[in-house]
T-cell receptor
């Protein structure tokens, strides 16, 4: 079974600065997908970024980028130029393959507080 | 676009009562999922339906049943609610062969 670990329960960052969230995972699979989801106080789960394991290039979405280290099974999220709206819980998640009904396995989350 | 719609948004039950959480998606997705989120934790899979007519257990299925009513709708039933089932429940859907799941807004359930 896959496991996902987020070792930082909470982080704070000043507005406009950069913060990096850690995520490690354990799997014996070779084909898989990794995700970062954002959960603001509204509770809605919002996809931030996704990474395909077979791609060496790190994914980027505007101010969000990842550092994917496949050998180390590490998948960190960097938020640049932090904004107040980035305040939320962030969850790292793993999915094996792309078959029908493939499930997400989530980490425990990191709470990010952006301070003005 | 509605996406994934869950009803109700909030519910309070007494121990032993039953209820059904409803989920519907309008994206013509084949796969649907039910997760629960306990305080301070990530989501855990309860049940999923890879396609219409099939359902399978996830990580924490005990105390729950599901029905894939049609391609659009996937319901979660608590037959005899227990305080341990106090949680926030999320429904999600995805297209076959796709990796992205789309989530509903969640149902906050309290069992007293």
């Amino acid at each position: 079974a896959q496991t996902v670990t987020q070792s930082q329960p909470e982080m704070s960052v000043q507005e406009a600065e950069t913060v990096t969230l850690s995520c490690t995972y354990d799997t014996s699979e070779n084909n898989y997908y990794l995700f970062w989801y954002k959960q603001p106080p509204s509770r809605q789960m919002i996809l931030v970024i996704r990474q395909e394991a077979y791609k060496q290039q790190n994914a980027t979405e505007n101010r969000f980028s990842v550092n994917f280290q496949k050998a180390a099974k590490s998948f960190s999220l960097k938020i640049s130029d932090s904004q107040l709206g980035d305040t939320a819980m962030y969850f790292c998640a793993f999915m094996k393959g792309r078959a029908a009904g493939n499930k997400l396995t989530f980490g425990g989350g990191t709470r990010v507080l952006v301070k003005p | 676009n509605a996406g994934v719609t869950q009803t109700p948004k909030f519910q309070v039950l007494k121990t032993g009562q039953s209820m059904t959480l409803q989920c519907a998606q309008d994206m013509n997705h084949n796969s649907m999922y039910w997760y629960r989120q306990d305080p301070g934790m990530g989501l855990r899979l309860i049940y999923y339906s890879a396609s219409e007519g099939t359902t399978d257990k996830g990580e924490v299925p005990n105390g729950y049943n599901v029905s894939r009513l049609n391609k659009r709708e996937f319901s979660l039933r608590l037959e005899s609610a227990a305080p341990s089932q106090t949680s926030v429940y999320f429904c999600a859907s995805s297209q076959t062969g796709a990796d992205i799941q789309y989530f509903g807004a969640g149902t906050r359930l309290s069992v007293l």
